[in-house]
Structures are given as structure tokens and as C-alpha cells.
């Protein structure tokens, strides 16, 4: 009995020269990788049956593949239109374009292959470079961040927000102007933009001030007062104002309440300085429905307590002084610019109604705010001293 034996084909052997010629054939070879897929082994006639069925296989592919033209991107499905279509003149074009293509691609190929060293080298260069750079901007910023943590966000934004009025600018151009007046000018007769009741406006440097954080921080139109589409950069409420012929204030109604810091219109009572009382001329009118949530004013005007929402919320800045100073001198050279442009003043009764209707606002926002405080105070459960023991 032989002891030369193949267990992974299950064949003997009567030397030993023979077992090693039968590892090295191809039915030993797959019947090793059917063993490491955990399939069983096949016999030596199965094994020539599979080689016979592969090649003509392969011969079928490479016949459907004789009938492909790479240079055009064809395929034929028979062979005298491939032979055909070799001769064409259009083929010969473009296996010209075909084989130009080829070339620049291998030599492009052989230079980067040249190349890859010395740019994997300098990748880690980079890439150890730009590591020790992030990680030093991240402690950078941590400081900062430290820094900064005691710092108001109004008073950042105030550090942020370039007001075009400091330097003379114009609130619905980029025009500068050489001073304060200039510039009123420049936006009188360019803008067609008046200050309304100029007479009893007692800080004018101070209200077009605050209508350039308006429209150049808030991004809100004048006229619209956020009634309006909202707009993203000063360059699209700019041109909206110009366009629609929005560079005016909005001073009626509701609105009259935004602007009451600016205003006085005591001097249009020609008993005010004998001790008359302002509200005392016209008597109030009640609520429409009775309630406290909408208001009569002197005018006619019916408001409700949501409409003035957005100027309850708002926070005086506390660098702004509490009490506005008169600028008499300033509001005369205004005033003679408006009038030699045919600018007329605004009349006693209707500067007189202004002033009710500021007068009622003020007194209505006060007692809502009250309001606010004594609910804000019932939420508040538990007290404590507010001492250092």
C-alpha cells in the first residue's frame, strides 16, 4: 500500500516525485481554495470539465468585446458593421483624439507616480504644522473667551455698531458731509427727508442718530416701522427706502411713543408757563369696548397695549444721558434750511394733539409697566436677604 497520499484531493501516490508534480497543478491549487471556502473537493474529470466551460466563456467575452469600439464608445452586434465602421473616416478621427488622450494620461501618470514621495512628505509637514497652529489659536480663544465673559452684550454691540451720524454720514447713502448741518442738508435735498415738528424737536443730533441705528443696525425702514418685509444689510433697506420713496419718519399714531424722548411740545401751550395743566384741556375718552386693553386717544387714534410691545421691551442705554439737552442753536440753522427749501411749520393744533397723544402714551406705558412688576413679584415664592452674613 502506497503512503504518498493527497487528503485534500483524496488521491495516492506510488512515489514521491509524483505527489510533488500534483501540488504543483491547478486541480490541487482549487480544490485549496474550495477547502478555505469549507466546500468539498472535486474529482480530476469535474475540475476539466469546469476549465473547458471558462474558456468558452471567455471566448464569448472577448468576441463581444471585439465587437466594442473603445475610440467611439460603440457597440456592434455583428461583425461586418464593426468591420464597417473601422473603415469609416470618423472612426479614424476620433482613435486619433483616442490615442493623443491616452499618451498625456500615461506621462501624467508617470510624473505624479515620481512626485507621490515628495508630497506625502510634505502633507505631514502640513498637516504637523497646521496641528500646532489650531491648537494654538484654541488657547488663544480660551483666553479671549475668559476675557470676556464679564462684558455687557449691549455695550459689545455699541463697541460693534459704527453710527454714520458721528462721522457726518448720510443715513440713506454712503455720502459724508463736512458737519452736522451739511449733513441734514445733503439728506433734505438728496433724500428728500424733513424732520416732522422740527420746532419742538429739542435734540436733533440725537434723533438722527438714533434713525441711523435703525436703518444701518437694526435693518429696519423708517417708514414701514417693521410693518414691512424684513431686510438683511443695509444696502437692501437703503434701496428699499429710495425706491418706495421710504425716507421719511413715521410720527402718527402708535409710533409717536418711539420718538417722545426727542420732542417738546410744551411751547405750543401758550398758558404753559401760568401753571397750565396739559391734560386738563381736553377731557380723555373712554375705551371703545371698556376694557383696559385699547385706548382712545385725544385724536381719535384707537391703540391697544401689543401695539407698543417693542418699545416696552426696549433698554436705555446707560451712557445716554436721562435727561436730553436742548440744542436751541443747532434747531434755528435747521429750521432756516428747511424754510429756504419750502419747508412750512407745523400747525398749533395739530403739534397740540401730537403732544396729547405723547402725554397719554407715556402715562398708559407707565401703568403697564407697573402692572409687569406687581405680577412679577407674585412669582416670586421664596425670599431671602439679599446681605453677605
Known sequence: MSSFTCLNCGVRFATAEMQREHYKTHWHRYNLKRKLAELPPVSVEEFEKRVIQQKSDDAAAQQDQSLYCKACRKVFKSKNAHDNHLDSRKHQDNLKR???QASQESAAAAGSSSAA???AEIEVTVKSTRAAERAAAAAEDEAQDEDMEDVDSDEWEDVEFDNPIERNGCIFCPHESEDLLSNIKHMSVKHSF???DAEYCVDVEGLLAYLAEKVCRDYICLWCNERGRTFYSVDAVRNHMT????CKMLHE???LAEYVDFFDYSTSYPDHEEGMDVDAELETPQAIDGDEYQLVLPS???IGHRSLLRYYKQRINPNRAV?????TQKLHKVLAQYRSLGWTSTQQEAAARNARDMHVMKRQQAKLMQQVGVKANKLQQHYRPQVNF
Do not use: Q
Request: hydrophobic share 40%; no cysteine; charged share 25%.
Open 98 to 100: 483616442y490615442l493623443e
Open 117 to 119: 514621495v515628495m508630497d
Open 194 to 196: 424733513f424732520i416732522p
Open 243 to 246: 425706491e418706495k420713496g421710504h
Open 253 to 255: 399714531g402708535a409710533a
Open 300 to 302: 381719535g387714534n384707537v
Open 323 to 327: 435727561v436730553v439737552k436742548k440744542s
